[in-house]
């Protein structure tokens, strides 16, 4: 039997309204914990699989009380050295900017693409529109890879600036709500499994949450 390899690693969490607040929050008296520190736990998250990719790590959070609705945070490196775990001045300040009542996480080991922070996920798109404002991250390898790319290339107009599948899934996603289609996160789902070939496992979070 071939020798098994950890490829990627992501994780998400979500405040549930009008639920209890969980245990598992930053030490803080009940009355001063809130649901946007949901997105604290992240981080936490991301060490359990960081087994999982060592290259680099990052999340996105969303917090309507924001006016960055969606905030990413990414960077090449372990989950401690982009978090700054060491440095607990560093680390609160950022854990602050990334509050959150819903939250994705991503420790990147290499299948394609390079070794540099753009290729650090999640992989955020911004929109004026709140439904097409998203962010995902990804885990798996599209084995049609290469044909989906030459069919975007294709096109004159069209360029990747990265290759790597996940560019390839984001321009997916972008397509589906492309002019007046709305679909559901499952719809989406639907219509990407159509077109993708290949073992994965995606998370995904819009600005409304």
């Known amino acids: 039997m071939a020798e098994l390899h950890h490829e990627c690693g992501i994780v998400a969490i979500y405040h549930l309204p009008n639920r209890g607040l969980s245990r598992f929050l930053p030490h803080l008296p009940d009355t001063e914990r809130k649901p946007e520190h949901a997105a604290s736990l992240v981080p936490r998250l991301l060490q359990d699989v960081q087994n999982?990719?060592?290259?680099a790590a990052g999340m996105s959070s969303f917090n309507p009380q924001r006016h960055q609705l969606i905030v990413t945070h990414k960077d090449v490196g372990s989950?401690?050295?982009?978090?700054?775990?060491?440095?607990?001045?560093?680390?609160?300040?950022l854990r602050t900017q990334l509050f959150g009542t819903a939250a994705i996480g991503h420790v990147r080991y290499a299948?394609?693409?390079k070794e540099d922070a753009s290729y650090a996920q999640p992989f955020e798109r911004s929109h004026i529109e709140k439904t097409k404002w998203f962010s995902?991250?990804?885990?798996?390898?599209?084995?049609?890879?290469?044909?989906?790319?030459?069919?975007?290339?294709?096109?004159?107009?069209?360029h990747l600036a990265r290759?790597?599948?996940?560019?390839?899934?984001?321009?997916?996603?972008?397509?589906?709500?492309?002019?007046?289609?709305?679909?559901?996160?499952?719809?989406?789902?639907?219509?990407?499994?159509?077109?993708?070939?290949?073992?994965?496992?995606?998370?995904?979070?819009?600005?409304?949450?």
């Open 52 to 55: 999982r990719g060592q290259l």
């Open 111 to 113: 299948t394609c693409g």
């Open 163 to 209: 290759e790597t599948d996940t560019e390839i899934i984001m321009h997916s996603i972008c397509r589906e709500f492309a002019g007046s289609k709305r679909p559901t996160f499952v719809q989406l789902l639907k219509e990407l499994a159509q077109e993708f070939d290949g073992a994965y496992n995606i998370a995904y979070v819009n600005a409304i949450g």
């Open 79 to 93: 989950v401690e050295q982009v978090f700054r775990l060491g440095n607990r001045t560093e680390m609160e300040s």
């Open 136 to 158: 995902f991250c990804f885990n798996g390898q599209l084995a049609n890879y290469s044909d989906l790319q030459q069919q975007l290339q294709s096109q004159p107009e069209f």
